[in-house]
């Protein structure tokens, strides 16, 4: 119960809290709200003065989600990881602990360490009061130590609990911890990636640009292959892009396996494994689509990933150990995770895949607190009766209309607000049985980042017959013009055009064909195509461009604001597509597949670097492409086939390649530690780091 002074202080609270909704900075103003709760007594067991301290820019901890909780053991975390961290608790626990837990923690006078549960708390913030303020009534006395040396012991005393159940399922041997924290005001900040790299697509804005330039268009054919690791046991293609934090490289291994690499040398720090439900159906096994794995997100001291039974896991990111787990779908036969997620705020999100090509099911986009793994939102991708939308699908074809969102969306900070790209109708060629637009598939959809709410779409194929997943990533950027800046996403879509849409009303402001494209007349001015007359088709099959492989498709594009261009992953190719039956590639007809770079304000051609396809049997048709990245350093890095490469971001002209053994389907990402930049890119089964030679 509160006191007299504490109900006035929350009286004042209100209405402080009221004018600070108002006039108050946003960064500025959810502090001011966890100092007034302080000062109420809302928030017990942490001293204001902590509170300042932590709430301080640079402090590596997160305590927004405290105005919801009040709870400082659900939010609270140990920043202080590093093996460095680590050793000076080491040194402490000798001096101050040993006498009476035994110097390796084993017990002695004090209780046994290692393998034990807290009883006064298992949180980091309980074990970290435990040891600063003692335990009454036993012979744990407080120890007033600096703020920092308690949390280094508390990291010792995690690290020494190696068969605990906190650990979950660490693998043995894993060798010491790795410093991440990684605060969410940070990750809000970054609009082009710098020395870390942290997010699937770099920055939340996705321009998977990057700011660094010791690579650069002058020195960038001196590369040369620093380390390897090998994923062992995965797939022939892996599609995964790392993480790196601080020198510590977070990445997934197919089916279900979390690593953390030394990003300087390739060497295991510690790797985390989910064992994949036997209700997966054993056909999908080696189904890429749904057994992928493209990465983590990481958020404070947390690493996220999802999984082929569709789960969603936390681990911690000092050591591996499993912090939740999430159940995400329970339909096995149905849905899986490939994505990797985004993680902002205090949430962390993923879409779903969708097995096979008629196994119907409804994609959605679910957001989970990243502290404790509980539900917090759930937007599904198709509207059900009496919802706006649900009179765009014929009947009951709504029900398994599909609308996967297996790819990572892109996510503005200062709207709030989250684009996410939505996949095709069910089944994919027989639009007859689903007459409609079948809103909301093959759509951009932006949602509240916060609550899930629907704030505008964009369909770019209505009533797809073509299997046009509008799955490829939404670049966020800001243009600035006379008017003010304008916000816009861009976007190249499997259909073949370029859009540019604005990014606060989802307004079409302008579209241009990219590729050869035949399927449509042209775009009206809401940006919907005009159909071809029904002549065109017939049941012998009608020639269209593109294929169904797409224009483009998941591979990533990159953008450089310096130059206004947007790079791209194009594929030129035509196809027989068939009433209701799926299409078939054309023998005999040349295809190819070009980066190609584009005024990013009017989908211009600036350029094109094209390569002839040497494989004509794989599964996509005759392609396997990777995604790109750019740098200031003015270079544009991708990969086609076996080969991974460097062009002049300018002109497109080949500037250095390799061939590195292995089919690369996945997007490269750079990073830079101990004064050296690395360029890294999935090939094959194995992880390539190329840097510069070192001098002397």
């Known amino acids: 119960m509160l006191t007299k002074r504490g109900k006035r202080l929350s009286a004042v609270g209100v209405l402080v809290a009221a004018f600070a909704a108002i006039m108050i900075p946003a960064p500025v103003r959810w502090r001011a709200q966890v100092v007034l709760l302080s000062l109420a007594g809302r928030i017990p067991d942490i001293e204001l003065t902590q509170l300042l301290a932590y709430m301080r820019p640079g402090s590596g901890q997160w305590l927004r ?41 084993s017990g002695g006078r004090g209780p046994r360490l290692i393998g034990r549960q807290f009883t006064h708390g298992e949180s980091d913030w309980a074990v970290y009061r435990t040891i600063r303020f003692g335990i009454p009534n036993t012979t744990m006395g407080p120890h007033p130590l600096p703020d920092t040396a308690v949390w280094q012991l508390e990291a010792f005393v995690r690290s020494i609990d190696t068969s605990g159940s906190t650990l979950g399922a660490t693998a043995p041997g894993s060798r010491g911890a790795a410093s991440v924290p990684v605060p969410y005001d940070e990750l809000a900040a970054i609009r082009d990636a710098g020395e870390d ?75 985390y494994d989910h064992q994949v439900s036997h209700a997966v159906p054993r056909s999908d096994v080696n189904d890429f689509s749904v ?39 329970t339909d096995l036969t149905r849905y899986a995770i490939t994505a990797a997620p985004l993680a902002y705020r205090d949430l962390v999100v993923t879409g779903v895949a969708i ?12 957001a989970y607190d990243a502290n404790t793994g509980k539900e917090r939102w759930r937007f ?33 900070p200062e709207l709030d607000l ?55 990533i939404p670049v966020l950027a800001d243009r600035p013009t006379r008017a003010g800046t304008e916000k816009r996403v861009l976007w190249a879509n499997r259909n073949g055009f370029y859009y540019v849409l604005d990014r606060v009303s989802g307004k079409y402001l302008t579209a241009a064909p990219f590729v050869r494209q035949t399927w449509t007349e042209g775009l009206d001015t809401a940006g919907r195509p005009r159909p071809l007359s029904s002549a065109s088709r017939n049941r012998e099959g009608f020639l269209l461009y593109p294929g169904y492989v797409g224009a483009t498709s998941w591979w990533s594009p990159s953008f450089d604001p310096a130059l206004n261009l947007m790079f791209v ?52 048709g005759g392609v396997r492409m990777g995604g790109l990245l750019s740098t200031r350093g003015g270079i544009v890095f991708g990969g086609d086939q076996t080969t991974f490469f460097a062009l002049d971001s300018r002109t497109g002209t080949p500037l250095w390649s390799v061939e590195t053994g292995g089919t690369i389907c996945a997007a490269p990402m750079t990073f830079s530690t101990d004064r050296d930049q690395f360029v890294v890119i999935a090939a094959g089964r194995n992880l390539l780091a190329f840097a510069l030679p070192k001098s002397g």
């Not at 690493?303 to 159940?327: C, R």
């Not at 068939?578 to 211009?604: K, M, Q, W």
């Open 65 to 105: 989600p405290l105005i919801e909780t009040h709870n400082p053991y659900a939010v609270l975390r140990n920043v202080n990881t590093t093996p460095a961290d680590i050793q000076a608790g080491a040194t402490l626990f000798r001096s101050q602990c040993a006498e009476c837990h035994a110097p390796d923690g």
């Open 418 to 472: 989250l684009v996410w790209p939505v996949g095709n109708p069910k089944p994919d060629y027989d639009a007859a049985a689903r007459r409609g637009d079948n809103l909301y598939t093959n759509s951009a959809v932006a949602l509240r980042g916060s609550t899930g709410a629907l704030v505008w779409y964009f369909q770019f194929t209505p009533g797809d017959d073509h299997d046009w997943d509008a799955t490829e």
């Open 291 to 329: 057994m992928a794995n493209r990465g983590v997100a990481v958020l404070s001291d947390k690493v996220f990933f999802g999984t082929p039974d569709a789960h969603l896991i936390a681990v911690s990111a000092a050591t591996g150990a499993l912090q939740w787990e999430a159940t995400v779908a």
């Open 197 to 271: 790299w942290l997010t699937y697509s770099g920055s939340y804005w996705s321009s998977r640009h990057s700011a660094l330039s010791q690579i650069n268009r002058g020195n960038v054919g001196h590369l040369a292959l620093r380390w390897i690791h090998q994923l062992e046991g995965a797939p022939d293609c892996v599609e995964v892009s790392p993480v790196v934090r601080k020198g510590i490289m977070f990445v997934t291994q197919p089916l279900s396996r979390v690593l953390a690499l030394d990003a300087t040398t390739g060497k295991e720090i510690w790797a």
């Open 355 to 366: 097995r096979g090509s008629a196994a119907g099911g409804q994609g959605f986009v679910a």
């Open 380 to 412: 599904v991708a198709i509207p059900k009766p009496g919802e706006p939308g649900n009179e765009t699908w014929e009947g009951d074809s709504w029900r398994d209309g599909g609308a996967p969102t297996w790819l990572t969306g892109s996510y503005d």
């Open 569 to 620: 992953p194009v594929l030129e190719q035509g196809m027989v597509f068939f009433t209701s039956s799926p299409p078939a590639a054309i023998s005999g007809r040349p295809f190819y597949t070009a980066v190609r770079a584009l005024d990013a304000s009017t989908g211009a051609r600036a350029w094109e670097y094209r390569r002839e396809p040497r494989l004509r049997n794989d599964r996509l």
